[in-house]
């Protein structure tokens, strides 16, 4: 099994995220009733069984709550990458109507210059008229 403790997992499940939370609420369910069972004497052998039990149970439950805060940062980042991309679309997007403004502004500068040239030449012309 390449050394998973005899766990195996696919991609797909790893998404999921009810698998993982069912596996850690059986787990935990599994500890607290081997908790609740009424203290009595055990042989040592028995008494180690039963802290391995424990032991187990409490840690599968912490490996499926640690799954499943994995597969959710996988779901945030992914999501946070869809943001990202359309943030910059949108940056993109601004900055392009930014330089056609600036190119219209400086357009209409042009035109604003032109124009006042000829009032002046127009103003000249009936100055020399009126003489």
């Not at 993982?20 to 004497?41: D, G, I, K, L």
Request: hydrophobic share 35%.
């Amino acid at each position: 099994d390449g050394g998973t403790g005899g766990h195996t997992a696919d991609a797909a499940d790893a998404t999921k995220p009810s698998r993982p939370t069912s596996y850690a609420a059986a787990a935990m369910a599994r500890a607290a009733e081997h908790n609740a069972m009424p203290a009595r004497p055990h042989p040592p052998a028995q008494e180690s069984a039963c802290a391995a039990t424990q032991a187990n149970a409490t840690l599968e439950a912490r490996v499926r709550a640690l799954e499943q805060e994995v597969s959710d940062a996988r779901e945030t980042a992914q999501r946070q990458a869809v943001e990202k991309d359309s943030l910059e679309t949108r940056c993109r997007d601004l900055q392009a109507a930014c330089t056609r403004a600036e190119n219209a502004r400086d357009g209409a500068e042009t035109d604003l210059l032109t124009a006042t040239e000829r009032l002046s030449r127009a103003q000249h012309t009936v100055k020399e008229a009126v003489r």
